[in-house]
């Protein structure tokens, strides 16, 4: 596998279902992201971690708990989620964290979660 | 609350004919980042613009960062089907967080 990748790519959830999606960079990069994409609507930062420590948690429901082992994988643990929560759940990675003008996010396909 | 709004949302033209998508903010940003996402898959980096009143081309692509670094622009000169796919910008502001737009929709149709 190269670049970054998440499973499921296609998830689909009760209110009262517990799931998570698993994010992996194989580029050997610092800095991981988990970003909520929905339609007509700028990408929302989620997480932020820089050497698996969490460095950013902009305001998200307690519902949506992150994890990341090492630098090289992510986790994002879903429970008791809301309609509007469903959406594509992007995964980045970067070589750091910001302080570079050049410094470029790779994204994985993500996941399609559907929450009924 | 920084934004940078993007125009057109949504563009659909005929193979071969020429477009300008833009990105405005009020706000000015270090540098600023083009990606495009084909359905089904993540945004993929394009181009860093850095300096006021840069100028990069990448192929038939050619971007422009404002002299005042707080908009930009994505001319595509005899767009193809290939080059459909949502195009995003996103800036990086004095905290380097990455400020990002909604997006155009391009569809390019043979």
């Known amino acids: 596998e190269t670049g970054v990748t998440q499973t499921p790519r296609h998830l689909v959830m009760g209110m009262t279902n517990k799931k998570s999606l698993k994010c992996e960079q194989h580029l050997g990069h610092n800095a991981m992201y988990w970003y909520k994409q929905s339609a007509k609507k700028p990408l929302e930062l989620m997480f932020v971690y820089n050497f698996k420590e969490q460095t950013e948690n902009n305001s998200v429901p307690s519902r949506f708990s992150p994890e990341c082992p090492n630098s090289s994988h992510l986790f994002l643990h879903l429970h008791t989620l809301q309609p509007e929560d469903s959406a594509l759940y992007l995964c980045?990675?970067?070589?750091?964290?910001?302080?570079?003008?050049?410094?470029?996010?790779?994204f994985g396909p993500g996941t399609r979660l559907t929450v009924l | 609350t920084q934004l940078l709004e993007q125009s057109p949302q949504f563009l659909s033209i005929q193979e071969g004919e020429n477009l300008t998508v833009y990105c405005n903010s009020s706000s000015v940003f270090s540098s600023l980042q083009w990606y495009r996402q084909e359905p089904g898959e993540g945004p993929v980096l394009l181009v860093t613009?850095?300096?006021g009143g840069e100028v990069k081309k990448l192929k038939r692509l050619t971007f422009q960062f404002g002299d005042a670094r707080k908009d930009s622009s994505l001319h595509i000169t005899a767009a193809q089907p290939g080059d459909t796919g949502l195009y995003l910008c996103?800036?990086?502001?004095?905290?380097?967080?990455?400020?990002w737009g909604a997006g155009t929709k391009l569809i390019i149709k043979p």
């Open positions: 980045a990675s970067s070589p750091n964290l910001a302080g570079a003008v050049y410094n470029e996010q790779f």
């Open positions: 996103a800036g990086l502001d004095s905290n380097y967080q990455l400020i």
């Open positions: 613009v850095v300096t």
